[in-house]
C-alpha cells in the first residue's frame, strides 16, 4: 500500500511535467467506471488572490451629495457593480464617481475609516474562488484562475473542496493605535470559513494559499486567531510572492505618484491619488529601515529621504496624517511567523524599482526609476530579510518554514507562467502527500 501511494505521488508529478494539452487530456481520461478520471482530493484549501482582484458594490442612500450631478443618477436603485471592470468605469464617464465613491474618510469619534456619507459598499462572492478577478481583458489568468483551473483538474470543486475570501481593497488590518472594525469582521468570517472548510470535508486541516497582498492577509488573519486554533485547522501556509510587512518600494512610489494597482485605460496614476491616500492599505508595507536603512529611496534636486525621513518626505509631497495614527507607526519594524508549516515561493532576477528620481522636486511629475534585483514588484533585499526572520522564528519552536527561491519569474506571473507553476504545483502535491 506504501508503495502504491508512493508511486501515485510520483506519478502526479510526472504528469506536471507534461504539455498541458496532454497532461489535460490524460488527468481527465476514462476510468473504468466511465467517468473522468480524477486524482484524489486531499485537504480543503482555502485561496486568496492579489490586491487588485477583489469585486466591490455600492449603494446609494439619501445622504450622499454628488460633486457631479451624474454620480448621484444611481442613489436609490440598489445595489450597483463599483470595482468591477475598468473599462466600465471609462466608457460610462464615471472615473470622477468612482474615486468619490470608494474613498474613505477618518472618523475621529470611532477612530476609524469609514465610507463617504451617504456611500454604502460590499465585497461580492465571498466564500467564492470565483470571486477574484481582473478588472481588464489583459490578464485573464491573473488572480490566481490559471492556479484554480489547476487545482479543478485535480478534482477541487468550489464551494466544496475550494473556497475563496475576498476582501475590501481600502481598508487595513487592525494594529496597536488603530483598529479596523471592517477588517476584525473579515478575519472573523474567515476563520468560520476556514472551520466550515474543515467540517464540510471530514475535519481535515485545511491548506492556505495566498498571492502576493492576499498571501499578507493570510499572514496577518493567522496572526490574528489563537495558537491552538491554528494547530486544530490549518495543515499548511502556502506564500506566492507575498508583498512582505516590512516594506518594499512601491508602496512608496504609490503614494509619491499614484496606484499601479488600479489601473484604467487613459486615466493617470495621479488622477486617483487622492482616493488612493484615504485607503488606510495604501500606508502598509512601506519601506522600513530595517531592510533599507539610509539608503536614498527618494532622490530631488534639492534633498533626498531615506526610510527613515518621513516625517519630512509627507508635508513635501503633500500627504496629511493630521488627526489619525502617526505614519511611523504604520511602517512595520518587525516580523510576526504564522508559526504554522509554510511554504514560501518567490521570483528574482527582474527589474524592480529601488529608487526614483524626481529631478525638479515636483511629485506632480513621472519620476525616473533605479532598478535593482527582485520580482517587478517585491525587492529582494525585502525578500531575504523577511524570510530569515520568519524562517528563525519558525525554527525556534520547530515548524516548518521551506524558501523556494524561483529565478526570472515576476511577481504576477509566479501562477501563471508554465515553469514556476509546475514548481508551485510540485510543491502543492507534496504538501498533499505529507501525512494525509
Given amino acids: 500500500m506504501a508503495k502504491s501511494k508512493a508511486f501515485l505521488g510520483l506519478l502526479q508529478l510526472l504528469l506536471l511535467l507534461l504539455p498541458p494539452s496532454l497532461r489535460d ?4 481520461a476514462p476510468s473504468e467506471h466511465g467517468a473522468g478520471q480524477q486524482l484524489k482530493v486531499y485537504h480543503p484549501i482555502l485561496l486568496q488572490a492579489g490586491f487588485s482582484c477583489s469585486s466591490m458594490e455600492a449603494r446609494l442612500t439619501n445622504d450622499y451629495t454628488p460633486s457631479l450631478p451624474h454620480c448621484g443618477e444611481l442613489k436609490g ?47 461580492t462572492n465571498f466564500g467564492s474562488t470565483y470571486g477574484f478577478a481582473w478588472k481588464d481583458d489583459s490578464c485573464p489568468l491573473c488572480c490566481n484562475v490559471k492556479l484554480r483551473n489547476e487545482l479543478e483538474a485535480l478534482g477541487y470543486r468550489d464551494g466544496d473542496t475550494l473556497f475563496g475570501a475576498p476582501y475590501d481593497i481600502r481598508h487595513a488590518p487592525p494594529r496597536p493605535g488603530q483598529p479596523s472594525k471592517v477588517y476584525t469582521d473579515y478575519f472573523a468570517r474567515v476563520k468560520d470559513l476556514v472551520q466550515h472548510a474543515s467540517e464540510k470535508n471530514g475535519n481535515k486541516t485545511v491548506i492556505l494559499i495566498g498571492h502576493s497582498f492576499g498571501a499578507r492577509l493570510l499572514l496577518d488573519f493567522l496572526n490574528f486567531t489563537p495558537l491552538p486554533w491554528r494547530k486544530q485547522f490549518i495543515k499548511h501556509l502556502v506564500l506566492l510572492s507575498p508583498t512582505p510587512t516590512i516594506g518594499f518600494m512601491q508602496p512608496l512610489t504609490n503614494l509619491a505618484w499614484g496606484p499601479t494597482c488600479i489601473v484604467m485605460e487613459n486615466v493617470p496614476r495621479l488622477t486617483l491619488r487622492p482616493m488612493w ?35 519630512d518626505f509627507l508635508p513635501a509631497l503633500g500627504f496629511s496624517m493630521n488627526g489619525v495614527l502617526p505614519f511611523n507607526k504604520w511602517v512595520d519594524k518587525r ?16 527589474e524592480t524599482t529601488k529608487q526614483v528620481v524626481f529631478w525638479d522636486d515636483n511629485f506632480n511629475a513621472e519620476p525616473e526609476n533605479v532598478y535593482g534585483d527582485g520580482d517587478g514588484v517585491v525587492n529582494w533585499n525585502s525578500v531575504l530579510v523577511f524570510t530569515k526572520e520568519l524562517e528563525r522564528q519558525q525554527s525556534a519552536e520547530n515548524v516548518l518554514f521551506k524558501f523556494i527561491k524561483i529565478p526570472n519569474v515576476s511577481h504576477s506571473y509566479i501562477s501563471i507562467q508554465e515553469d514556476s507553476l509546475k514548481i508551485v504545483m510540485a510543491e502543492l502535491l507534496e504538501i498533499f502527500e505529507a501525512n494525509s
Fill in 277 to 311: 491616500w484615504s485607503f488606510p492599505s495604501a500606508l502598509l508595507s512601506q519601506p522600513s529601515p530595517a531592510v533599507f536603512g539610509h539608503d536614498p529611496l527618494i532622490i530631488t534636486k534639492h534633498r533626498n529621504y531615506s526610510a527613515y525621513d518621513y516625517q
Fill in 335 to 350: 516580523v510576526e511567523a504564522p508559526m504554522v508549516p509554510t511554504t514560501y515561493l518567490s521570483g528574482f532576477g527582474i
Fill in 25 to 28: 487530456y490524460l488527468w481527465a
Fill in 77 to 123: 436603485k440598489g445595489w450597483f457593480p463599483l470595482w468591477n471592470m475598468t473599462a466600465d468605469l471609462v466608457d460610462h464617464d464615471y472615473v470622477q464617481c468612482f474615486k468619490e465613491q470608494m474613498s474613505l474618510v477618518f472618523d475621529p469619534a470611532i477612530n476609524d475609516y469609514v465610507n463617504q456619507p451617504g456611500v454604502e459598499t460590499r465585497v
